[in-house]
């Protein structure tokens, strides 16, 4: 079992920058995604970004302010940068990956992130 514990989130304002951090419990090989999803109030969780060694997808409204970044094989970050309140919402970190040739999906607890004046 995998576990994903998120760091890095709390209150900015417009404009500011925030890095969110991702640790899993075990190695995650590179070949496997692994990134973030969000969720707002009263809405769906969305993508935000994801990267393996094969890709790296962004969400396409937040291509340019957001970066995701994998430095080893049990963390991934996310740098956020000219933050907006619409950008308000626990941000989750997400794994993919085979277990007993099953591709499955963990999930970490989350982390809120409130951008307001």
């Known amino acids: 079992q995998v576990q994903l514990v998120e760091s890095g989130g709390g209150a900015v304002q417009p404009g500011e920058s925030l890095t969110l951090s991702c640790a899993a419990s075990q190695a995650i090989s590179s070949t496997s995604p692994m990134g973030w999803y969000r969720q707002a109030p009263g809405k769906q969780r969305e993508l935000v970004a994801t990267?393996?060694?094969?890709?790296t997808d962004y969400a396409d409204s937040l291509k340019g302010r957001f970066t995701i970044s994998r430095d080893n094989l049990w963390t991934v970050s996310l740098q956020m940068n000219d933050l907006k309140p619409e950008d308000t919402a626990v941000y989750y970190c997400w794994a993919e990956l085979f277990v007993a040739a099953s591709l499955r999906e963990y999930w970490g607890q989350g982390t809120q992130v409130t951008v307001s004046s």
């Open positions: 990267k393996s060694s094969i890709s």
